[in-house]
């Protein structure tokens, strides 16, 4: 087996293999002028089962489109010099937003990222809390793993949750079933009542409607869950409704903490008690400091490490995707 990290995602990368009990294959990054560069292993793949990790998020100097390039580049190598096998490991999977036409001409950019990574013969795309597991599933022809966060963030929550009720909510009707998720895990880790709630919205050329709030959130201390925050006022919007309904206090969770500018000046409100990302798209794309004590990182590197473990040797991977 052989583990590579690209630039960029080699931070985690060093955090999984660590976790996994391997050790990171070596490889090259060369950048050409005009812009242009290739990848390949400094290695032998050929016989091997080989890993991949890269992480699809934008950030200074690196755009989603050079990210992507540069992983297919990769694997494309290693299946050109005879890997046996090749997975990919994207921890954030760039364009899958956008997995169905809403408006006349739209693009299904999640279907089209998917037939590139068939293109250059990847047996595995692995990906974390994507926005809508069955289009991720209905898109990838070929092997396709969804891992998720909850038992994460419930153990998280569970070893500071305070006294007094407590509630998941969704800050909008498509995040449902993965509110859902934790709280069902939170219950499971400790037996405790655990209510459910979630926020209408509606989104149209970039305009956020909607009002309505279902759930019970009075004296209740608040985890609201989404996939990621980017701008923060899907999540804002949220913790406000929560505190207007006499919430005690309100935390946010995300699994991709994609933050921009925008969103770390939108975060600094007194709605919000805490927040609470994990290292999936580190590193971050602007510096995280401003929201001080308040921000958590959770680390996804042994989900990652034992995913690896598990598929290399064959093992069932029922524990990781269930309660």
Same mark, same amino acid.
């Given at each position: ?10 931070? /985690?990368? %060093? *955090?999984?293999? =660590? $976790?996994?009990?391997? #050790? ?9 002028? @005009? +812009? ?115 038992? /994460?963030? %419930? *153990?998280?929550? =569970? $070893?500071?949750?305070? #006294? ?9 009707? @498509? +995040? ?137 040797? @064959? ?9």
């Amino acid at each position: 087996m052989l583990f590579f990290a690209l630039k960029g995602s080699d931070g /985690l990368g %060093a *955090a999984t293999a =660590a $976790a996994a009990g391997i #050790e990171l294959a070596p490889h090259e990054e060369r950048d050409f002028e @005009g +812009g242009e560069h290739k990848t390949r292993p400094l290695v032998s793949v050929r016989g091997r089962d080989v890993y991949v990790l890269h992480n699809l998020n934008g950030t200074p100097g690196y755009s989603a489109n050079d990210r992507l390039l540069r992983l297919l580049f990769f694997l494309a190598a290693c299946r050109e010099n005879g890997a046996r096998r090749v997975t990919a490991l994207v921890p954030y999977l760039a364009y899958s937003r956008k997995d169905r036409q809403t408006k006349p001409r739209d693009p299904v950019t999640t279907r089209y990222v998917a037939q590139l990574f068939e293109a250059v013969g990847t047996d595995m795309v692995v990906t974390l809390d994507v926005h809508t597991v069955i289009a991720f599933q209905n898109a990838y022809r070929r092997g396709s793993l969804h891992l998720d966060t909850r038992r /994460l963030f %419930a *153990a998280d929550i =569970a $070893a500071r949750l305070p #006294e007094g009720p407590v509630a998941v909510v969704s800050p909008d009707g @498509g +995040g449902v079933k993965r509110a859902e998720l934790l709280r069902e895990a939170l219950v499971a880790q400790t037996g405790r009542t655990v209510d459910f709630g979630f926020m209408e919205k509606r989104r149209s050329s970039g305009v956020v409607s909607g009002s309505l709030f279902a759930g019970d959130v009075e004296g209740r201390t608040v985890f609201i869950l989404d996939d990621m925050i980017v701008g923060g006022g899907t999540m804002v919007r949220a913790a406000t409704a929560c505190r207007e309904r006499g919430a005690a206090a309100v935390h946010l969770l995300a699994t991709h903490g994609m933050m921009t500018e925008k969103a770390i000046a939108a975060l600094d409100d007194p709605a919000i008690a805490g927040i609470t990302v994990t290292d999936s798209v580190a590193p971050f794309a602007v510096p995280l400091d401003a929201l001080g004590d308040r921000l958590r990182v959770l680390s996804v590197a042994p989900l990652l490490g034992q995913t690896i473990v598990n598929l290399h040797e @064959g093992r069932p991977m029922g524990d990781l995707l269930t309660l």
